[in-house]
């Protein structure tokens, strides 16, 4: 398998545009999750998916993020309007067992709002 | 509410030198505790889970002790190698057991001189 594939690697966009992130994760993986890491706050979880259902968004900073996984193969996180301060690399990641599973981790999507 | 932390956050040691990456928590209602690398420009690659029954765990070069009553964990790394070169973070899985729940440190970036 390819791994958790993630796209764009990067993107720089400017202030109030919407930004798109996709996110491809391992087949069989009934579990996906999105993560920001900053240097700040260190990596923070922002939502997490159960059989494509969003099981706790709790951790999404405003209205302004959503996500959505409409099948077992696809999930995108999407920021709009972007700000300067969702600056940061966006982590896909995806496990099979959620409890005693290895988490599998995307390489990123750095994104730079100006 | 879990917090996690690594220190130092950031170790340079010579090649050849064994050593110790700590990682402390406050709530010891843990379910497991994970160590993951991460190389620049990376995701994340996880190196050792260790349960809350467990008390360690090892894999190659690496060990993983957790001492949950402390509320602290340590990775050690014999014989270092450059290739050791990374940032390594611990992270925790609070009760509920749901990876949702995984909670992470800031990180050691670990600097390895041949």
């Known amino acids: 398998d390819a791994g958790v594939i993630q796209s764009p690697r990067h993107e720089v966009t400017e202030m109030g545009q919407e930004v798109t992130l996709r996110c491809k994760p391992i087949s069989g993986h009934d579990y996906l999750f999105w993560y920001r890491q900053t240097m700040m706050r260190g990596l923070e979880l922002l939502i997490y998916f159960n059989n494509n259902v969003p099981i706790d968004d709790s951790g999404m900073p405003e209205d302004r993020f959503s996500a959505k996984m409409p099948n077992a193969s696809f999930s995108t996180l999407k920021i709009q309007p972007s700000e300067p301060r969702d600056s940061a690399v966006y982590f896909c990641?995806?496990?099979?067992?959620?409890?005693?599973?290895?988490?599998?981790f995307g390489e990123g999507s750095r994104l730079t709002v100006l | 509410k879990q917090e996690v932390t690594q220190i130092p956050a950031a170790l340079s040691v010579p090649e050849g030198e064994n050593l110790v990456l700590n990682c402390s928590f406050t709530d010891s209602a843990i379910y497991n505790l994970q160590w993951f690398r991460q190389d620049p420009g990376k995701g994340l690659t996880s190196l050792l889970l260790?349960?809350?029954?467990?008390r360690e765990q090892t894999s190659g070069r690496l060990n993983a002790s957790l001492d949950k009553s402390s509320g602290r964990s340590t990775l050690y790394i014999a014989a270092s190698q450059p290739g050791d070169s990374a940032t390594y973070l611990c992270?925790?899985?609070?009760?509920?057991?749901?990876?949702?729940?995984?909670?992470f440190g800031k990180g050691t970036k670990l600097s390895v001189k041949p």
């Open positions: 260790i349960q809350s029954s467990q």
């Open positions: 992270a925790v899985m609070g009760y509920g057991g749901s990876q949702g729940n995984l909670i």
């Open positions: 990641a995806s496990t099979e067992h959620a409890n005693t599973g290895e988490l599998f």
